[in-house]
């Protein structure tokens, strides 16, 4: 890989993997929403609800990693915002098919997240990629997403989709959600504390994302999720420790959170025990295997 395209490059998982890009001697350009201050990757800029975008990445893009999106966490479902994070992904994707058919172009290949969401809220046994896509509301977002992105295949375009797990970071995302309430010795597990959380350092996704860009073997689904799953008691207990802080209080009863979360408790419900078989047998080896030990990671 070397000339990128990253789309949300300014998200949670696209600054580190910018990052990540870069130490391997790759240019990464961002395209994004228009702000008042560019930041220094972002050299294009699209409007997918108008159907605007710059185009002067076409020649010189060999690989588009396409993870823009609204936060499915970042707000309460209401019906304006599950549109918001259903559009922001089907019409970006769309945006850059029509880009991509439309002009002459140097992409090669496009590795699109997507989220193991996917599988639904009950995955009881080592779920793996021919699971079928379940009709809640993350997975058919999850699956149209997908949909759209295998249309590049037919622009002769090797497209590669990663189904990221619960992502441990130290700059957002769950551990920090989890955090917060942890420091001031508020930290609970949720529901019973036994659905299984299928979780993955962002180090190691980083590295799945750019394993998928150079890898011409690469096509189709992988998960992108460590090895060992942990239960959602085990993974606030871990978080608490780390932190040093004590994990004494009760679990916040499901009710509670679907009272107050509505829909979104069922992302945060959810019982997800996913398989990393594939991406192990793509060649894959995962520097972190055990959440304690992620967790310690970017806890320090
Ligand atoms: N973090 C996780 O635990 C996790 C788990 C499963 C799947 N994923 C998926 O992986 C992708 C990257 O995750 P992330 O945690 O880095 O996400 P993030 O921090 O929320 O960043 C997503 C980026 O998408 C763009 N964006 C945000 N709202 C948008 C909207 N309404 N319309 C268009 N673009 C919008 C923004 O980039 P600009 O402002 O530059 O346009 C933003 O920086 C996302 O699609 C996410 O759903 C993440």
């Known amino acids: 890989m070397k000339n990128i395209l990253v789309t949300g490059g300014s998200g949670l998982v696209g600054k580190h993997l910018t990052r990540i890009l870069e130490e391997n001697k790759s240019e990464v350009s961002w395209i994004g929403r228009s702000k008042k201050e560019r930041p220094f990757h972002q050299k294009y800029n699209w409007d997918f609800e108008n159907g605007n975008i710059d185009k002067g990445w076409l020649q010189n893009t060999d690989t588009i990693i ?19 994070i259903y559009e922001s992904r089907i019409k970006s994707t769309k945006l850059l098919h029509d880009t991509l058919s439309n002009n002459d172009h140097s992409v090669k290949t496009l590795v699109c997240a997507s989220a193991i969401g996917i599988y639904g809220n009950n995955c009881l046994e080592s779920t793996d990629e021919t699971f079928p896509a379940q009709t809640n509301f993350l997975a058919k977002v999850c699956d149209d997403w997908e949909k759209e992105a295998h249309k590049f295949e037919l622009l002769g375009i090797r497209v590669v989709i990663i189904r990221v797990g619960i992502v441990l970071a130290k700059e957002g995302g769950f551990v920090k959600a989890v955090s917060a309430p942890a420091k001031w010795g508020l ?11 299928s979780w993955i350092h962002i180090n190691d996704l980083c590295r799945i994302f750019m394993k998928a860009g150079n890898d011409i073997n690469m ?3 992988y998960n992108a999720v460590a090895s060992n799953p942990v239960s959602n008691k085990q993974i606030t207990k871990a978080i608490c420790q780390a932190l040093h802080r004590p994990y004494f209080l009760p679990n916040v009863p499901a009710f509670m959170l679907k009272l107050v979360l509505g829909e979104m408790a069922s992302m945060i419900l959810a019982n997800q025990n996913i398989s990393s078989k594939k991406i192990e047998k793509a060649g894959y080896t995962f520097v972190f295997n055990y959440a304690e030990e992620a967790i310690r990671d970017v806890i320090k």
């Open 66 to 84: 396409h993870l823009a999106g609204a936060g499915v966490a970042e707000h309460k479902w209401s019906d304006s915002y599950k549109k918001e």
């Open 187 to 197: 930290g609970a597990a949720f529901g019973n504390g036994k659905m299984m959380t």
């Open 219 to 221: 096509k189709g689904a």
